[in-house]
Each structure stands twice: as C-alpha cells, then as structure tokens.
C-alpha cells in the first residue's frame, strides 16, 4: 500500500527528521531517509548519495555543537516538496571543519527544501549561511 503524500504528512516528516537531529538519534534519522538518499550540498559540484553521507555531516554538525538547537521559522508543502526556512543556534564544544571548540554561542539560518517519495524524504537541498558560522568561531570575529 503507497502511503497518500499530503502537505500535512510530509510537514510531519520534515518535523521528525529535524527532532531526531536535535537529539542526537541518527539511526532514527536515517531510517526517514530513502535508501538511495540525494543529498545537494553547497560547494559540491556533483550530488551525494546514501543515508551513511546524511549520517557522517549531521555527525559532524553535532560533533561541533552538542547542544544544537533547531527552530523552524516558516514551514511549507508543495506537492512532493517542503519548504523551510530554519534557525540553528548552539555552543561551539567541539571541532569543527578544523576549528578547535571556543565555547561561542553561534546562531545561523539555512533554507531548505526536501523532496518526498511516500513517506520518507528522498533528497534535500540546503543552503546554510556557512559563512556566518565559520565567521562566529573564527579566532579573528573579535569576540
């Protein structure tokens, strides 16, 4: 039986897959995934594939900041895609993309849009403001 995809059931989906982030279950959160999962990722020139990529960056997200924290401002559903504009803020505890932990409050936004087939999320386009967070725990942001 193919499950009806409707506005409400894919918000609901984008909803749980970004709790399971927040909590730091992703097992939970890959099991939302496709298994053929396409991940469009800023400055990669060809997509990535597989629930393991979506593992090994939210992995590395949270690695950086174990208290990330996920509001999602505006949140909307267009046939097989979902639309939201999310606001992530956390504590700088951990090394990320080389930078060892300054303890920084950082807050940073990202618009992203995933692609649904039947109930599971079948490829994400992010674009968050990368430069603002490497910006907020460089060691020359004057903090």
């Not at 060809?46 to 999602?72: C, N, S, Y």
């Amino acid at each position: 039986m193919t499950m009806t995809m409707t506005p409400e059931r894919n918000l609901a989906l984008i909803h749980t897959a970004y709790q399971t982030v927040q909590s730091g279950d992703l097992d939970a959160g890959a099991e939302l995934l496709t298994e053929n999962f396409i991940a469009n990722v800023p400055g990669m020139p060809d997509p990535l594939h597989g629930r393991e990529v979506w593992k090994l960056g939210t992995r590395a997200m949270l690695a950086g900041f174990p208290d990330l924290q996920i509001q999602v401002e505006d949140m909307f559903s267009v046939g097989d895609k979902v639309a939201v504009r999310v606001h992530f803020r956390g504590t700088h505890q951990g090394t990320f993309q080389g930078i060892e932990a300054t303890r920084r409050p950082v807050s940073f936004r990202s618009i992203e849009i995933y692609r649904m087939e039947g109930d599971k999320i079948a490829e994400e386009w992010v674009a968050p403001d990368m430069m603002s967070l490497m910006q907020q725990i460089s060691a020359d942001s004057g903090h």
